[in-house]
């Protein structure tokens, strides 16, 4: 009778487990699957065909398309390129990025308003600085959009600031733009 027992809380710990695996899943699944609205915060990139909300203290550049923050030292390089995104998609792993000199922490896939992408989160260190890149790379309509943010290493706050910066772009070609309910109110207004 105690062998019975064993077997069936061993039974119970093992579907115990698989619901857990799943339920896990699901969850990492439902978090890789992102929708950001439109609001006032946002800046349009037409060279990008993208809408980012720039991180603190952040602005668009004058020296290149993107944005930066001079006095913290990161940078937002932006690029959108006329390729379709599995092809350069897979010019962003680790075996690829290691040939430039580029260590990567973390790869991950990610769904942005329907868009398929790639946060690549590595390292480049130089001669002086060891810099933080958290790369996005989005399909974006029949191109792909690539967001390189550059930061020093060890900055805490500028890593969190510019993956939510990253996470939160708004890439327009090909599909409407959703808007947040104020942002529609205001469209409407002046005929938009």
Known sequence: M???HMNTHRSFVLLLALILVFLLSVT????AELTNEMTPEYVKVP?????????????????FDGFEAPGRNIEVVLALIRSPFDGIAQNFTKDTLK???VDV???????????RGVLV??????AEVNWGKWILVLENGDATLVANG???SGDGSAAVELESMLKGVIAYGEKRVPMSPDVEAVNEEVGN
Not at 28 to 31: E, K, T
Not at 121 to 126: G, N, R
């Open 121 to 126: 989160k590595a390292l480049h260190p130089d």
């Open 28 to 31: 990492v699944l439902h978090a």
């Open 2 to 4: 105690p062998h019975e």
């Open 150 to 152: 550059v930061f020093v």
């Open 99 to 101: 040939t430039r000199g």
């Open 47 to 63: 060279s990008v065909e993208a809408y980012f909300k720039p991180a603190k203290d952040m602005v668009p550049s004058q020296r």
């Open 105 to 115: 922490l973390s790869r991950s896939e990610v769904t942005i308003n329907g868009h």
